[in-house]
């Protein structure tokens, strides 16, 4: 972690999680696992990208996913993206369809999702790394603390926020969001995650990208534009 690289706007806040045990714990374990040879992805200019390109202020909603993909290429620090010219994961397939089906936007032909990041979608996994072709092999290093902190942040703020819940593990994380179906002010939606495995039992036809714009402009917020331009 000695190039962190993340918007001010995250990193003043965030320096007391940096300074704590757990991540010079985790900080440690990282460089004992490259120094074994093993390969991490993504790459660590990329550990924080998703709040390197979405400011804390500017967070309108929030995505949670996992951990990283596994496989060559693939992670570069926003969940459920994928690099341009690498093959669209199933589970942003899926995302696809339902946008296709919710709001008419054709399937992009590219799973990056950077268009989003820029636009004030937090785009988080729950833990920031991994080791190649080892999916979950970095969970309960410390990561899950560290975005629980984030998390915590974009909770606290007096704004609204939507927070788009696929999968219990995403629903268990963000349990604590002071959603509007208990007094609060953030629209929390909840669904299926988008896997092969388990989107037909209700993440299509959850309308969630139109829900969250619905939201965003009944507060006089700019609405999404889910639509991804292309990549060559």
Known sequence: ??????????????????????????????????AAGKRIFPAGSEWFRALDLTPLEQVR??????????????A?????????GVRTPPSLVNIYKEMETDLGIPRAQHGFL???AKQGVLLLNA???VE???????????????????????????????????GSHAQKKA?????????????????????????????????HFSKANAFLESINQKPIDWALPPYA
Not at 175 to 204: E, N, Q, T
């Open 61 to 74: 909603v929030v995505i949670l996913g996992q951990d990283p993909y596994h496989g060559e290429g693939q």
């Open 1 to 34: 972690m000695s190039t962190i690289k993340l918007h001010p706007s995250w990193l003043g806040p965030l320096e007391q999680e940096f300074a704590q045990p757990y991540m010079a714990a985790l900080r440690s374990y990282l460089r004992a696992e490259k």
């Open 114 to 116: 950077e268009h989003w």
């Open 175 to 207: 349990a604590f969001v002071d959603s509007i179906d208990r007094g609060g002010r953030h629209l929390v939606l909840k669904a299926p995650h988008p896997s092969p495995l388990s989107a037909h039992s209700g993440f299509f036809g959850c309308r």
């Open 132 to 166: 190649m072709g080892r999916a979950a092999a970095h969970q309960g290093r410390g990561w899950e603390r560290f975005t629980d902190a984030v998390i915590r942040l974009v909770n606290a703020r007096p704004e609204p926020v939507v927070f788009l819940l696929w």
């Open 76 to 84: 570069h620090g926003l969940c459920f993206s994928v690099k341009p």
């Open 127 to 129: 833990v920031l790394t």
